[in-house]
Structure formats: C-alpha cells, structure tokens
C-alpha cells in the first residue's frame, strides 16, 4: 500500500519514512504542498499523511485540493495546533484522522492501519481465512496453528491479497504496492512470490484468475 507523507520537518520525516516502510508501505515525501498535490496524481498514494504548516501553503489547502478532485483517499492529518478549531476545521474539510503533535508512533501505525482496514474486506488487524491466520501488527503467519516464517516481500503480497480477500489483484497492482519507484522488478517477480507463497499455504488457497491476477477467496475452502 503506497503512503505519501507530506512533512516539512526533515528529521521527523526521516524517521517516519523509516517505520512506515518496515510496515511494508511504499512511501513518497514531500516537504513541499505543490508538490504534494502534484504526487497525488503522479504517485497515486492509497493513504496520505499531511502536515498543516507547510513552507508553501497551509496543508488544509492541500487537503481542500484533493477532496475537489473527487478522491476518497483517506488523510492523517498531523499538527502542532492544539485549537479545537484546528481539529473541526481538518475533519469538516474531509480529513479521516487528525493527531497531535508530538504523538508515539505506535500510536500513528495503529491509525494508519485502521484506515488501511477500511480500504479492504479485513475487520481487524488479525485476518484469519480458514486455517490461515495473518497478524499483521506482529507481521506473523500462522498455518494449522503453526507459525511460518516469510520473507519481507512474500509477507507483503500475502498481506495484500488476505486484508482485501474476494477481490482479484492484477500483477501491476502487486507491484504497485510492493515496490518502490527505481527498484528493479524482474518481468516473472510476482510469479515467483506467488509460487513461494502457494508453497507455504494450504492447496488452492491463491487462486489464479486466467489472464487476470490473483485472489483469495474470503472463505478459501
């Protein structure tokens, strides 16, 4: 799932790049709101983090550019403002959240999952589909009660497929979502991460969609 964070405060934005990634999102910052809006398009993000006090603009003016495109990306907004006024104003614009600044990013990644959620069929942070159980805030894979170590991308994909079962996932959608802009992508990578998984998984638990992509049905027997 791709994140744009828009921070100026580069120290911050350092940090949150960092554990935002180890989360498995795809990541791009901006520290500037043109820049923002232009990324909106260009990046494509399926969540977006956003300061208020901006170098440029204000951040509710990014906010305001983005519900007049029509798009229900869902936002967090984070701020220093402590005014209540702040907080009405952001959610009556159309943000999703709001945290204050200074926050714990424990804190922050429980927020962004909750609105991951709600861009999925997933009702909790624990997905169970039959006798497969994903925890993904502890980032652990239980098969027939036992747990299954996988690697980072292989993790992702899975993730991906689990928190949004019934619906078919393209390959280009795979890679959106799991890679970075610049990172090297083999032409047969999600194939490889899809017959590693099936390895791992119950018979039939992937199932291929011909010509299409792949899914996992919500029940998967």
Known sequence: MKVLLVEDDRDLAEGLVKALRSEGFIMAHEVLGANAQK????????????DLGLPDMDGLDVLKYLRRKKTGTPVLVLTARSAL???VNALD???DDYLQKPFEMPELLARLRVMQRRLGTAASSEVTIDSVV??????????DGVEVHLPRKEYMTLKI???QAGRVKTRDMLENNLYERGETIGSNTIEVHISNLRKKLPDNFIKTIRGVGYTIHQDAG
């Open 85 to 87: 006024n702040d907080k």
């Open 39 to 50: 990324q909106l398009a260009s990046f494509g993000p399926d969540l977006v983090v956003l």
């Open 93 to 95: 614009i159309g943000a």
């Open 134 to 143: 994903l925890d993904t805030v502890a980032h652990r894979l239980r098969v």
């Open 161 to 163: 497929l689990m928190e």
